[in-house]
């Protein structure tokens, strides 16, 4: 399976934009790019996804380089809630059940 | 809406002493995951179930069981507990839809100690 290489920690001002990079060399052609977060004492959350092009939600924004072996998820104004570990996360099997593996993220700190 | 349940939030139990983890959705997902994550680590998969009545192994299956006793319902079994399963334990569901990515659905956890 393709893995993903992701900064252990960031931190960043509230409101300020953030961006948050990951790596993925060995990534396949069918392998989809996903975030998901895990705030304090919660489960992971999804985030965003993409396979080749740029992607919008109410969430945040994913740039996928044109190579696709790195990817950046973009949170547009940081606000303290978004202190959280970021998964960067290939998809792991292409079939029903969406199996995701994920590696030990990039932890967040966001400063008033 | 509840979303994914997970019963109970926080156990401690002895070596060698049994424990079933319960978990339901509400959101008619065909797909349920079991994860564990130990601290500092990132989550790794338990067991699967694709569909009511399958269930796959994943990352970590050794000293677990699981059964998907019907569409809602997933629950982890810990026959013999050891130490090294002491951890934090997620269940997650998602639709099914080939060829599309649905995105996974976590509870906030099971918080388990094992004396």
């Known amino acids: 399976d393709a893995k993903t290489t992701q900064p252990n920690s960031m931190e960043s001002n509230e409101e300020e934009p953030v961006h948050l990079p990951c790596n993925h060399s060995?990534?396949?052609?069918?392998?989809?790019i996903h975030w998901y977060r895990q705030l304090p004492s919660q489960g992971p959350e999804y985030v965003i996804h993409g396979l080749t092009s740029n992607v919008n939600n109410r969430m945040a924004s994913l740039a996928i380089a044109e190579d696709r072996k790195s990817s950046t998820l973009i949170l547009h104004r940081a606000t303290l809630r978004d202190a959280a570990v970021y998964y960067c996360?290939?998809?792991?099997?292409?079939?029903?059940?969406?199996?995701?593996?994920f590696g030990t993220g990039t932890l967040l700190a966001v400063q008033p | 809406n509840a979303g994914v349940t997970q019963t109970p939030k926080f156990q401690v139990l002895k070596t060698g002493q049994s424990m079933t983890l319960q978990c339901a959705q509400d959101?008619?997902?065909?797909?349920m995951y079991w994860y564990r994550q130990d601290p500092g680590m990132g989550l790794r998969l338990i067991y699967y179930s694709a569909s009511e009545g399958t269930t796959d192994k994943g990352e970590v299956p050794n000293g677990y069981n699981v059964s998907r006793l019907n569409k809602r319902e997933f629950s982890l079994r810990l026959e013999s507990a050891a130490p090294s399963q002491t951890s934090v334990y997620f269940c997650?569901?998602?639709?099914?839809?080939?060829?599309?990515?649905?995105?996974?659905?976590f509870g906030d956890g099971t918080r388990l100690s094992i004396l």
């Open positions: 060995t990534i396949s052609g069918t392998d989809y």
């Open positions: 959101m008619n997902h065909n797909s």
């Open positions: 996360i290939l998809r792991a099997d292409g079939g029903a059940t969406n199996k995701l593996i």
């Open positions: 997650a569901s998602s639709r099914t839809r080939l060829g599309y990515y649905q995105p996974q659905h």
